[in-house]
Each structure stands twice: as structure tokens, then as C-alpha cells.
């Protein structure tokens, strides 16, 4: 993977330069940070779920008129995407209070919303991704009024297209957060979902149970995180749960580079 020029390096993914102008390679990562990057881990097969995750996911979205940066995947931890100028926000929606809304209102986790909520916060490690309202979003320029409701509008969208996704594998999407970027067109730019959709950056809770499958598992010490993802990915038809004991196969996935 060192024969490509990296661009840039995040927590849980690098970028390379990809094989064509105006492409990039985003490679999963099995690193996993929480608050802020305090907490550190490496969790073995953690991106080659997400790679695969994530594809599915915007897959899914592209058929219903979303557009997104994914091209293809190449192997198990990459994937050919969009280049494009990041927003630089970070689009959370909400159905049910939890993590940071439900401490910051006071109101229980688990408790359903009275509707959808969208949430904006500003793309900054240094200052701890604060939260942002429209006004400062306009007045400092990050995105346009027509940009925010382009992002607002296509987020509620995919909140309603995926919480029917997992619903039919019997998980609740509790909140996600999204990514958007301009792409570069031959006359001005066009916004489309952008990073990833993983269990990394979601809340998915098992309807029955409420057992989180989900990143909460690192952040909250609850241990079997990988397992977790790996159920999202089975329940979603991915990998095949073909273990010897009726078990998902994680050799399936974490085998290939
Ligand atoms: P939130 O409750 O705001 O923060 P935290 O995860 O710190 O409790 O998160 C809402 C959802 O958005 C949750 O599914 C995690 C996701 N998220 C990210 O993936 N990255 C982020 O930087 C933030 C702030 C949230």
C-alpha cells in the first residue's frame, strides 16, 4: 500500500492518490479512536467490515438517487472514490437520544425523539468537533444556505432509507453521522455523501435487546466489538455466516489484504 502517494491520513482511514485524475484510494484502517482520540485501539478485521459495510451501504443509496463518492472497492480494505473538497461538517442524525445529545439535554439514553433531528458540527480535533448552529455555518462561510439544505435534505433521507434498511435485519438506527463533499464540475460544484457509513459512525441497536452492534462497544469498554460489526455485516448479507459452529466465518473477511 507505501506505492501510492498518500494524501492524508486520518483515524480510522488513509487516502491515496487513485489510478485517474480526480480519484482517490480510502483505505480502512483497523485503528479505532474515541473521544477525541484519548482512547486507542487496534481492532483486528475492524476495517475490512467497514470497507465492506460501507460499500453495501452507499451502494444502496446510489439506488435510491443519492449521490455518493464510492466508485468501487478494490480488495478488502480499499476502495476507488470521488475525489472532493470535504464540507467541513460533520452531519449527525438523530431518532433516539444517546451519547452526546442525550448528556447535553439531560434526557435519557434510549428515549425516542419527538422526529428526526439533524445536527451540525464543526470538523475541528483541536477544538473537539463543537457543535454549531446555521448561523455560524453561513456567517463563517463553511457551506451556503443552499448547501445546508441540500445536506439536511439528503440526510433525511437516507436516515428514512436506512432505518428501514436495518429495521428489516432487526436493528434500530439510533443516529449516524455523515459526510458531504463538493465535487469539482465542469461548471461550478455538486454535493455528494462522502467518508464512510459504518458501524464506526452509527448507533445500530438490536431490537430485541437493545445489544449496541456499534462503536459504543469501544468507547464504553463493552468488549467484542469486531464480533458486533461482523453481525451488522452477516445480518446485511455481506458474509456468510459459515463457521463451523453456525458461527460467522471472520477468516471469510480478514483473510485478503
Ligand atoms: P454523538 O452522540 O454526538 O457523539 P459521541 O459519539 O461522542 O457520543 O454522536 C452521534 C453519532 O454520530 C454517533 O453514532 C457517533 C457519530 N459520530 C461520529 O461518528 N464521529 C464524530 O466525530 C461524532 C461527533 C459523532
Same mark, same amino acid.
Given at each position: 500500500m507505501s506505492r501510492r502517494k498518500q494524501i492524508y491520513e486520518g483515524k480510522a482511514k488513509i487516502l491515496y492518490e487513485g489510478p485517474e485524475p480526480g480519484t482517490l484510494i480510502q483505505y480502512f484502517k483497523d485503528d479505532a479512536t474515541a473521544f477525541n482520540a484519548q482512547k486507542k485501539a487496534t481492532l483486528d478485521g475492524?476495517?475490512?467490515l467497514n470497507n465492506r459495510i460501507s460499500e453495501y451501504v452507499m451502494l444502496r443509496l446510489a439506488e435510491i438517487g443519492i449521490p455518493t463518492h464510492f466508485l468501487k472497492r478494490i480488495n478488502m480494505?480499499?476502495?476507488?472514490?470521488?475525489?472532493?473538497? @470535504?464540507?467541513?461538517?460533520?452531519?449527525?442524525?438523530?431518532?433516539?437520544?444517546?451519547?452526546?445529545?442525550?448528556?447535553?439535554?439531560?434526557? #435519557?439514553?434510549?428515549?425516542?425523539?419527538?422526529?428526526?433531528?439533524?445536527?451540525?458540527?464543526?470538523k475541528r480535533d483541536d477544538l473537539g468537533d463543537p457543535l454549531v448552529a446555521e448561523e455560524h455555518i453561513h456567517a463563517?462561510?463553511?457551506?451556503?444556505? #443552499?448547501?445546508?439544505?441540500?445536506?439536511?435534505?439528503?440526510?433525511?433521507? @437516507?436516515?428514512?432509507?436506512?432505518?428501514?434498511?436495518?429495521?428489516?435485519?432487526? @436493528?434500530?438506527?439510533?443516529?449516524f453521522k455523515i459526510e458531504f463533499g463538493r465535487l469539482a464540475l465542469a461548471e461550478g460544484h455538486q454535493i455528494i455523501l462522502a467518508d464512510e457509513i459504518s458501524p464506526d459512525s452509527c448507533r445500530l441497536w438490536d431490537r430485541e435487546t437493545n445489544k449496541k452492534l456499534d462503536k459504543d462497544r469501544f468507547r464504553r469498554d463493552?468488549?467484542?466489538?469486531?464480533?458486533?460489526?461482523? #453481525?451488522?455485516?452477516?445480518?446485511?448479507?455481506?458474509?456468510?455466516?459459515?463457521?463451523?459452529?453456525?458461527?460467522?466465518?471472520?477468516?471469510?473477511?480478514?483473510?485478503? #489484504?
Open positions: 475492524k476495517g475490512v480494505r480499499e476502495q476507488l472514490i470521488k475525489k472532493v473538497d @470535504i464540507v467541513p461538517l460533520e452531519v449527525i442524525c438523530r431518532n433516539v437520544a444517546a451519547g452526546t445529545m442525550a448528556k447535553r439535554l439531560g434526557i #435519557e439514553e434510549g428515549e425516542a425523539l419527538p422526529r428526526s433531528i439533524v445536527e451540525f458540527c464543526l463563517f462561510g463553511w457551506a451556503t444556505p #443552499e448547501e445546508v439544505d441540500e445536506m439536511v435534505a439528503m440526510t433525511l433521507r @437516507i436516515n428514512d432509507y436506512l432505518r428501514g434498511l436495518f429495521s428489516g435485519i432487526g @436493528i434500530n438506527l439510533i443516529d463493552l468488549g467484542n466489538v469486531t464480533e458486533a460489526y461482523t #453481525e451488522v455485516a452477516t445480518r446485511l448479507g455481506i458474509i456468510k455466516p459459515s463457521g463451523p459452529n453456525g458461527k460467522p466465518h471472520l477468516s471469510v473477511v480478514s483473510n485478503e #489484504e
